[in-house]
């Protein structure tokens, strides 16, 4: 494979940084037309950068500085304003009705995202979720903005998320980011008298419903052709065991959702759709409450398994969803990012 980078995308910006012994200065790339990342290249074409191309808003970071002149306009940061920006991008959030789910689509409004549609079972949303519409709507310039909305729907249904999937692209002409929250833990249950019928519910929708809830929003990505981002909740009991619990099922279908990111990830790159996992540690939400609040010593015992000597809140997690969703992730797919504080380490 020839490699001239002169001829090609990296094209020498000049001879002056080279003189000063600085590494050789490369001219900022041809840009593309949206969001989520560069779009796919053939390789060895030589109108074709090898990174992929700028976003619109570029260049940025070092790039942008080297295109600097002295007399031009006054820099302004483009990290949060461009990279970590929803702006105009629309979601999808599973379990969203309460928990983490919810953590994370009050956090994509936060970021910019023009609407967050939260699907989970009851027929209406909870006092909690419509709490946090009302003051996700009344934040200071998000006027007719920023939407959370809420759709009653069971992710273990196929043929019904595809058609929540459908719905929202109908409407909003898009769907950027999706996350896969809706998710089940059981009471402990000794492996080897695991019953059939709660293994299989457990599987039903902590793996099938996770792949209905991807496919409904990726099937739509892929409409749409805008790329996008899918976030899978996985957990650390994906790879590892939480010590002394029998969650047998809740374990093997948490790694088969680390499994079915990765695999996703591959068949999706070339159309700019990343697929990724975040696997959070102990974090108090009502799943964690049904063994926290009735066996109180286990706080304590959860605290001391991470070296942050604590359990996690939900909205530590607001960060590491917006990363992922933005396009200050656009060459992360097929990654597990755990969030465990420090669970794995010790
Ligand atoms: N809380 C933790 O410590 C922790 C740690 C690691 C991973 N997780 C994962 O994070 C996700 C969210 O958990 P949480 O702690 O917020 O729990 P939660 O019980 O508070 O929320 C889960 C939500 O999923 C919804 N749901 C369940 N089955 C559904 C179905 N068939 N269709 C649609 N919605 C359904 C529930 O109604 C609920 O609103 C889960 O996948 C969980 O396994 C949680």
Redesign the pocket.
Known sequence: MSFSIRTRAFALAGSAARSKGCPRALRPLARFNHHHGAAASPPNTDNQPKTGVQPSYGPIGVAAALKHTANGPTPSPTLFKDEFSLADRVALV????????LEMALALVEAGARAVYC????AEPCEEWLKVREYAAQMAGKAGAGRLEYVS????DQAAMWKIGQDIGDKEGRLDACIA?????KDHTNCLEYPASQFRQVM???VN?VLFTAQAAGRQMDRFGNGGSIIL?????GSITNKDHAWVS?NSS?SAVLQMARSMACELGPKRIRVNTL??????????AAYLDTQPHLLAKWASLNPMGR??R?DELRGVVTWLASDASTFCTGSDIIVSGGHHSW
């Open positions: 599973s379990g969203g009705n309460r928990g983490l789910g699907v989970d079972l009851p729907g069971n992710v273990t929250a809706a998710g089940v833990l039903d929708v902590n419903g909740i996985a957990s650390m009991s809740y948490k696997s959070p540690g102990h974090i108090y939400t009502n799943m964690t359990i996690g939900p």
